[in-house]
C-alpha cells in the first residue's frame, strides 16, 4: 500500500518552482538514479539548474511518464544538496561527492536511500534548427484574423466527447475539457446524475479509454509521444488506481476484451523482446498478468493471435521468411495445425467465430485469396473450407460486420466504404433500426458509438463532411432519440464546405478516386488556389468522406483542398493496391498530378496557385512533389515527413523490424542495385539542387516511426543552400502532435505560411 502511494504522489504535480542559495558550478546538470520501494524500482530523475537568485529543480519519473515536475524549493550549501516538494511531501537530500549525489528520499514519514550520478540530458536531433516562437509568430502574423472562424474554432478540442456507456448502462464516461485545455475522464451515474472524476489528465496525454466492467474503466497513456504505451486502470469512484504494465521500454496492446471474465482481459506486450509481442491475460484489478503463449522463434514470429470470447488461444499467423504468413489453427485447444500458407500480399482474417451456429469451429472470414475484392465468407477452420459467401462488392473491398451478443450472435449487418460509408442490414431488428436511423439523419455517417449489453440504451454518433459531430442517446423501448451533445456546435453546418466525391483517370488508364473540397469562391466560378494533400501510410490507407477539420481551416480561407486515393490506397482491392508497390514516388505521385490535372479542367483552381500539404508519408510526398516537379508548385508543408528513405529504413521502431522485408516489398530494398538508384532518385535529402520553392517542416521530436533526423537534415541541407525554411519542433510531440496548443500552433503557422506564399497579392504580415 505505501509503494502505490508513493508512486501515486509522485504523480500528482504541477506547481511554479522556486530556488535559493548558491554554487552552481557542480550541482547544475541531470541527475539520474533508482528509488528502491519494496522491490520495485522506480527510475528518477532530477534535472538543476541557476537561477538568478540560486537554484531551481525539476524531477522526472520516467517509469510513470511523468516529466519536468517543478519542485518547490532547492538549495545547495556546503555540498549538501536539499529538495523539496511540499505538497506531495517529498524531500530529497544528498551529499556531492565529484559526480555522485549520495542521500536520502523521504515521502510521507517513509525514508529510501537514493544515490543518483550525473548524466548527459539531451534532446532528441540538433537543437539548433528549429525556429524560434517569437519568428513562428510571426510567420502565424501574415494571416488575417478576420475570418468568421478562428484556427481554435477548428482545432480546439471538443467542451465534452468520447461518451460511452457502461455495460449494464448504470453509467456514462466520457472527457471533458478543462480552462488549461486537460481532458479529464469523468463517469456520470445516469439514475442519480452524480457527476466524478475519476481520470485526471496530467502532464501525458490519456491516449484511450474505456469500459472494462460496470465498475472499472482501463485506459493507456505513452510518454510524449513515443508510442510505448502502458495500460492502467480505476474503479468508477476514482479508487484503486493502478498502473497495470509499469514496464520501462515496453508497448502494450489490448487484443481482447472478455465480457465473460470482467476482472480479465487479454494484451500483447514486447516485455521479452521489444521486436516482437506475446499475449498475456492480465487481471485489471491486481495487475497480475499470466502468460498465454511464447513467441519464441524471433527470425519468424508471431504476429497475431486468434481468441475467442472466452479467452482461449484459437489460432495464430506466424512469419516465415519475413514475407510470408503461416496461419495455424486448434482443434483441441493444445495442438495448432498449420491450415494454410499465405504470401503477406494475401487477405485472410477472422472478423469473429460464429457462436450461433453448434459447430465451434465456424467463423466469419474475410478474404481475397480467390477474389481482387476481399469479400466475407462463413468459413469451417478446422475444414480449411468456404460454407458460403455472405457478402461482397463489385468495385470495393468489404470486411465490416456486427454481430448481436444480446440475440444469440445474430447478424446485424455488413458494412464497406465507398464513396461514403455504407451499412447493409441483415437482421429484421437492424433492418429496423436502421430504417428509422436514415429517415431521422438522411445524408450522414451513422455509427454505433456503443449500446449496453442488453441493448436497452445506445448512443449514435452522427457526422457529414459539414457536420463536426453530435451524439444521439436513443432509447429502443419508447423509440425515442434525444440529442446528448454537439461536440462543436460554433461551426454552423450553414457555413462548412462540401466535400465532393470525384473519379478520373490516371495518365496510364487506373480509374482513380479522391475528393475535393471548395469554398464558396470556387462555387461563385472564381479560380482559386488549390492546397493538395496526399494522404499518410502509404500502404493500405485511404481518404474518407466525413468531417475533416483542415480542409474546413482551408476552405473558411478561399482555399480548395484536394485528396487523391492514389495506387497503393486502401479499399480497392489487392490489384490496385499492389499497382504502387515500388512505385512510391514516382506513380504514386503521377496520380497526385494527374487529380491536380483534373480539378484546373474542371475549372476550380488556378494552375499556378497551388501548394502541397502533408503527414508522415503525406509529408514525403510534399518532399518529393517540390523535388520531382518542382515548377506546380508554389510552396510545401511537410509534417513528420520523411526525406531519406535509406534513413527511414534504419531508424524505424524494434517492433517494425520483423517486417522490414514486406518494407522493402512496398518501397524499395537497397540491396537490389536498381532499387537502390531508385531510392536515391526518389529521396528528396539527395534532391536538394531541385528544391526552389518556399517549404515549411513540423516535427515532433519523439516520433518512433519517422524519426527526427528525417526532418533535421532536409531543414540543415536547405538552409546550407540559403533557404529560409521555417522548422516547428515539439520536444513533447511524437508523430503528429496530439497536444491541443501544439496543434492550434501548427497551423496558426502554416496558414501563415500559406497567407506568405500563396495568395499572390499578399505582400505584407498582416500586423508586425
Excluded at 270 to 295: A, C, D, R, S
Excluded at 573 to 584: A, N, R, Y
Amino acid at each position: 500500500m505505501k509503494r502505490i502511494t508513493l508512486k501515486l504522489t509522485i504523480l500528482a504535480v504541477l506547481f511554479l518552482a522556486m530556488a535559493t542559495q548558491v554554487n552552481a558550478q557542480d550541482i547544475t546538470g541531470s541527475w539520474k538514479g533508482k528509488l528502491s520501494v519494496q522491490g520495485t524500482e522506480i527510475p528518477l530523475v532530477f534535472d538543476i539548474t541557476t537561477t538568478d537568485d540560486g537554484f531551481t529543480s525539476t524531477m522526472d519519473s520516467p517509469s510513470q511518464g511523468a516529466t519536468g515536475i517543478p519542485m518547490d524549493e532547492t538549495t545547495f550549501v556546503n555540498d549538501t544538496l536539499t529538495i523539496k516538494f511540499t505538497k506531495a511531501g517529498i524531500k530529497y537530500v544528498a551529499t556531492l561527492k565529484q559526480t555522485s549525489l549520495s542521500g536520502t528520499f523521504y515521502q510521507s514519514g517513509m525514508e529510501f536511500p537514493l544515490t543518483l550520478t550525473k548524466t548527459e540530458k539531451t534532446l532528441p536531433g540538433d537543437t539548433s534548427l528549429p525556429t524560434s516562437d517569437e519568428e513562428l509568430e510571426k510567420l502565424s502574423n501574415w494571416n488575417a484574423t478576420n475570418y468568421k472562424y478562428s484556427v481554435e474554432d477548428y482545432f480546439a478540442r471538443p467542451k465534452a466527447r468520447s461518451f460511452n456507456l457502461s455495460p449494464n448502462g448504470n453509467y456514462m464516461s466520457y472527457r471533458e475539457k478543462d480552462e488549461n485545455a486537460k481532458n479529464h475522464v469523468y463517469v456520470k451515474n445516469l439514475k442519480t446524475g452524480e457527476i466524478k472524476r475519476v481520470i485526471e489528465e496530467k502532464e501525458e496525454l490519456i491516449r484511450g479509454f474505456g469500459w472494462a466492467n460496470e465498475n472499472r474503466l482501463v485506459y493507456v497513456m505513452d510518454k510524449g509521444g513515443n508510442e510505448d504505451y502502458h495500460l492502467f486502470a480505476v474503479n468508477i469512484d476514482g479508487s484503486n488506481q493502478k498502473e497495470l504494465t509499469p514496464f520501462d521500454g515496453v508497448k502494450v496492446n489490448i487484443l481482447n476484451g472478455l465480457k465473460e471474465d470482467k476482472d480479465h482481459m487479454i494484451i500483447s506486450m514486447n516485455q521479452n523482446n521489444p521486436q516482437i509481442f506475446e499475449p498475456y491475460k492480465i487481471n485489471i484489478v491486481t495487475g497480475e498478468l499470466k502468460q498465454l503463449y511464447k513467441n519464441e522463434d524471433a527470425a519468424n514470429p508471431i504476429n497475431s493471435y486468434i481468441f475467442d470470447k472466452d479467452g482461449n488461444l484459437r489460432g495464430f499467423v506466424k512469419m516465415r521468411d519475413g514475407v510470408n504468413m503461416d496461419f495455424y489453427y486448434t482443434v483441441d485447444g493444445e495442438n495448432y495445425e498449420l491450415k494454410k500458407q499465405l504470401n503477406w500480399k494475401d487477405s485472410f482474417s477472422i472478423a469473429s467465430f460464429n457462436y450461433a451456429s453448434n459447430n465451434p469451429h465456424e467463423a466469419y472470414v474475410v478474404s481475397n485469396l480467390e477474389t481482387d475484392k476481399t469479400q466475407i465468407f462463413l468459413y469451417d477452420l478446422k475444414e480449411d473450407k468456404v460454407i458460403k459467401k455472405l457478402f461482397s462488392h463489385e468495385e470495393y473491398d468489404v470486411s465490416g460486420l456486427s454481430l448481436s451478443r444480446h440475440r444469440g450472435y445474430e447478424l446485424d449487418y455488413f458494412s464497406y466504404e465507398g464513396e461514403k460509408k455504407v451499412i447493409v442490414p441483415v437482421s429484421d431488428y437492424a433492418k429496423k433500426l436502421y430504417k428509422k436511423l436514415n429517415n431521422k439523419f438522411p445524408g450522414y455517417n451513422i455509427s454505433v458509438a456503443d449500446v449496453t449489453d442488453d441493448e436497452s440504451k445506445y448512443l449514435f454518433f452522427i457526422q457529414s463532411d459539414k457536420l463536426y459531430g453530435t451524439y444521439y442517446s436513443y432509447d429502443p423501448a419508447k423509440d425515442k432519440f434525444e440529442l446528448l451533445y454537439n461536440l462543436m456546435p460554433n461551426l454552423k453546418e450553414s457555413d462548412m464546405a462540401e466535400m465532393r466525391p470525384i473519379t478520373f483517370k490516371s495518365r496510364d488508364g487506373l480509374t482513380l478516386h479522391g475528393y475535393i473540397t471548395l469554398p464558396k469562391e470556387a462555387l461563385n466560378g472564381e479560380k482559386v488556389p488549390l492546397i493538395v494533400n496526399p494522404h499518410g501510410g502509404p500502404q493500405g490507407i485511404r481518404d474518407s468522406w466525413g468531417f475533416n477539420p483542415e480542409v474546413q481551416l482551408f476552405a473558411s480561407r478561399g482555399y480548395a483542398t484536394l485528396q487523391v486515393n492514389f495506387r497503393i490506397s486502401g479499399g480497392y482491392g489487392k490489384t490496385f493496391l499492389e499497382s504502387g508497390f515500388k512505385q512510391i514516388g514516382r506513380k504514386a505521385m503521377d496520380d497526385v498530378e494527374d487529380g491536380i490535372q483534373y480539378v484546373i479542367d474542371q475549372g476550380w483552381v488556378d494552375k499556378d496557385n497551388i501548394a502541397i500539404y502533408g503527414a508522415s508519408h503525406g509529408g514525403y510526398a510534399v518532399l518529393r512533389g517540390l523535388t520531382k516537379t518542382p515548377d506546380l508548385y508554389a510552396c510545401g508543408v511537410d509534417y513528420v515527413g520523411v526525406s531519406n528513405i535509406f534513413t527511414f529504413m534504419k531508424t524505424i521502431p524494434p517492433y517494425w523490424k520483423p517486417y522490414l522485408k514486406i518494407i522493402k516489398e512496398i518501397w524499395y530494398d537497397e540491396d537490389v542495385p536498381e532499387e537502390k538508384a531508385i531510392m536515391k532518385e526518389v529521396s528528396p535529402a539527395f534532391q536538394i539542387d531541385k528544391i526552389k520553392k518556399p517549404l515549411f517542416v513540423a516535427q515532433g521530436a519523439n516520433d518512433p516511426r519517422v524519426n527526427i533526423d528525417e526532418s533535421d537534415q532536409i531543414v540543415k541541407a536547405l538552409r546550407a543552400k540559403g533557404f529560409d525554411v521555417p522548422y516547428m519542433v515539439k520536444y513533447n510531440e511524437g508523430h503528429g502532435f496530439a497536444k491541443e496548443e501544439n496543434s492550434i500552433a501548427l497551423y496558426k503557422a502554416m496558414m501563415g505560411f500559406f497567407a506568405k506564399h500563396l495568395n499572390k497579392n499578399m505582400k505584407q504580415p498582416i500586423k508586425d
